[in-house]
């Protein structure tokens, strides 16, 4: 639950903004709560664990001057990490204090872990961060960033351009392990060298992956940034021939809803993977609309506006363009957080692995308990139990299982047929998505409850 003592403070907001800020997390709140994939999930205690990616743009040091983010910002970005048990940030820049501020938002228990920044032209001094509630996700004291060994690095003994960061958590019954990713995008054309090179990242880091979940019989799961395109390009094929499973239901992830640059995908121990839902969560339909523009527009940076000497806009639809497309991804990013639930709570499933069934069919008497660990080093002999009696003992009944708080699909295929790809990739060609795009707004606006008609005086 996030803090709101801030929004009191006239330090830092005045009455006005006050008012804004509220009403904004109210519908933010409100979003949050319809149903998935639109709305995430309530958290729960232990039946399910809710991971979250998020490239937060340039979090936040503001070389490119459209900011810094204002404290309304931080308070809409506090409130949707809160959503998730534990979610991965690419793009949190060297200045720390940021982050740590929307963690004092998000109030005790949570914290982070993160990495050096990245070095190096393409490095942007980024770190990668992985943020989480310590009351529900346990470090399991591992950490560390992954580096190419010699004989795999790139063309021109390249290493990652920023440094996957691999760490180790538990939640409940789940142990697993999460690498956070953000690969080199390079030019878009395939047959680039920019585009192979961000191809044979991913293929790399798939491939390692994969192997130290098969040695080490552990559940990794990579997730972050890959800069996919689709679900069938050659950067989403590199990810999922390892074995890598995604989600029953893919999101596009950037803010137009185009591409599926952010992926969540799994490498599991048999039956520990159970998908519950997913979605990617569009800030946007709530928080700096197109109709805020008149609120916002005092605000923007007159570095990036055409201004006229009365401080008016000299083309007022170029500048809503700037405020609508540009500078409010820097106020939130240009990328919408991706999630996926899980169900983390494998007790029925354990208690049921002691059954034996012979017992279903003759009974057996309670037995003495066995000797404590202290009676045996004090030497005591355990009693003499008598034989049992030879009247026949009834079986025992098949116990009640409590019905499941969460229920969800088991893990798909890991591999995508050459048939269905093919018929996705038709259909994008088609102009599918584009159908199911107005079709989703089409029922939006028809789902839209109705005023009821002002009385006549």
């Given at each position: 639950?996030?803090?709101?003592?801030?929004?009191?403070?006239?330090?830092?907001?005045?009455?006005?903004?006050?008012?804004?800020?509220?009403?904004?997390?109210?519908?933010?709140?409100?979003?949050?709560?319809?149903?998935?994939?639109?709305?995430i999930p309530r958290r729960t205690k232990d039946a399910s664990l809710?991971?979250?990616?998020?490239?937060?743009?340039?979090?936040?040091?503001?070389?490119?001057?459209?900011?810094?983010?204002?404290?309304?910002?931080?308070?809409?970005?506090?409130?949707?990490?809160?959503?998730?048990?534990?979610?991965?940030?690419?793009?949190?820049?060297?200045?720390?204090?940021?982050?740590?501020?929307?963690?004092?938002?998000?109030?005790?228990?949570?914290?982070?872990?993160?990495?050096?920044?990245?070095?190096?032209?393409?490095?942007?001094?980024?770190?990668?961060?992985?943020?989480?509630?310590?009351?529900?996700?346990?470090?399991?004291?591992?950490?560390?960033?992954?580096?190419?060994?010699?004989?795999?690095?790139?063309?021109?003994?390249?290493?990652?351009?920023?440094?996957p960061f691999l760490v180790s958590f538990q939640a409940g019954w789940?142990?697993?392990?999460?690498?956070?990713?953000?690969?080199?995008?390079?030019?878009?054309?395939?047959?680039?060298?920019?585009?192979?090179?961000?191809?044979?990242?991913?293929?790399?880091?798939?491939?390692?992956?994969?192997?130290?979940?098969?040695?080490?019989?552990?559940?990794?799961?990579?997730?972050?940034?890959?800069?996919?395109?689709?679900?069938?390009?050659?950067?989403?094929?590199?990810?999922?021939?390892?074995?890598?499973?995604?989600?029953?239901?893919?999101?596009?992830?950037?803010?137009?809803?185009?591409?599926?640059?952010?992926?969540?995908?799994?490498?599991?121990?048999?039956?520990?993977?159970?998908?519950?839902?997913?979605?990617?969560?569009?800030?946007?339909?709530?928080?700096?609309?197109?109709?805020?523009y008149d609120h916002y527009a005092p605000v923007l940076p007159e570095?990036?506006?055409?201004?006229?000497?009365?401080?008016?806009?000299?083309?007022?639809?170029?500048?809503?363009?700037?405020?609508?497309?540009?500078?409010?991804?820097?106020?939130?990013?240009?990328?919408?957080?991706?999630?996926?639930?899980?169900?983390?709570?494998?007790?029925?499933?354990?208690?049921?692995?002691?059954?034996?069934?012979?017992?279903?069919?003759?009974?057996?008497?309670?037995?003495?308990?066995?000797?404590?660990?202290?009676?045996?080093?004090?030497?005591?002999?355990?009693?003499?139990?008598?034989?049992?009696?030879?009247?026949?003992?009834?079986?025992?009944?098949?116990?009640?299982?409590?019905?499941?708080?969460?229920?969800?699909?088991?893990?798909?295929?890991?591999?995508?047929?050459?048939?269905?790809?093919?018929?996705?990739?038709?259909?994008?060609?088609?102009?599918?998505?584009?159908?199911?795009?107005?079709?989703?707004?089409?029922?939006?606006?028809?789902?839209?409850?109705?005023?009821?008609?002002?009385?006549?005086?």
């Amino acid at each position: 639950m996030v803090w709101y003592t801030d929004l009191r403070n006239p330090k830092l907001f005045t009455a006005a903004e006050r008012d804004w800020t509220s009403r904004r997390l109210l519908d933010l709140r409100a979003q949050i709560a319809s149903p998935a994939p639109r709305g995430i999930p309530r958290r729960t205690k232990d039946a399910s664990l809710i991971i979250g990616t998020w490239n937060i743009r340039d979090f936040d040091n503001n070389k490119f001057r459209h900011g810094p983010r204002r404290q309304e910002s931080l308070h809409y970005i506090a409130e949707i990490l809160s959503c998730f048990d534990v979610c991965a940030l690419q793009e949190v820049n060297e200045d720390l204090k940021p982050l740590k501020d929307v963690i004092r938002l998000m109030g005790p228990g949570w914290d982070f872990i993160a990495t050096d920044v990245t070095t190096g032209p393409s490095g942007n001094r980024e770190r990668m961060t992985f943020v989480y509630d310590s009351r529900k996700v346990r470090f399991r004291n591992i950490a560390g960033e992954i580096v190419l060994p010699k004989h795999a690095l790139l063309p021109g003994e390249q290493q990652f351009a920023r440094t996957p960061f691999l760490v180790s958590f538990q939640a409940g019954w789940f142990k697993f392990s999460l690498c956070t990713v953000h690969i080199y995008f390079g030019e878009a054309s395939k047959g680039s060298d920019g585009y192979q090179r961000r191809v044979q990242e991913i293929d790399y880091l798939a491939r390692e992956m994969a192997g130290r979940a098969d040695r080490e019989d552990e559940n990794y799961i990579l997730l972050g940034d890959f800069n996919i395109k689709n679900p069938i390009d050659e950067t989403m094929q590199a990810l999922t021939k390892a074995g890598f499973q995604l989600p029953p239901d893919l999101y596009p992830s950037n803010l137009l809803g185009t591409h599926y640059y952010d992926q969540i995908a799994f490498r599991t121990r048999k039956d520990e993977l159970t998908f519950l839902s997913a979605g990617a969560f569009n800030w946007a339909e709530t928080l700096f609309r197109p109709e805020h523009y008149d609120h916002y527009a005092p605000v923007l940076p007159e570095r990036h506006r055409d201004l006229g000497e009365d401080g008016a806009p000299k083309d007022k639809a170029k500048d809503k363009d700037y405020y609508s497309k540009r500078w409010l991804t820097w106020q939130m990013s240009d990328h919408l957080p991706l999630w996926v639930e899980l169900a983390i709570d494998f007790s029925d499933a354990h208690l049921l692995g002691n059954l034996d069934p012979e017992f279903e069919t003759a009974g057996a008497p309670a037995q003495i308990e066995s000797l404590s660990e202290d009676a045996q080093a004090a030497g005591l002999e355990p009693p003499v139990v008598p034989a049992p009696a030879k009247a026949r003992l009834k079986g025992r009944r098949a116990p009640k299982i409590a019905p499941p708080e969460k229920k969800g699909t088991l893990a798909p295929a890991p591999r995508m047929t050459f048939r269905e790809g093919w018929r996705i990739f038709w259909w994008v060609a088609g102009g599918g998505m584009d159908r199911m795009r107005k079709m989703r707004d089409d029922k939006t606006k028809t789902e839209k409850p109705k005023q009821a008609p002002k009385a006549k005086t």
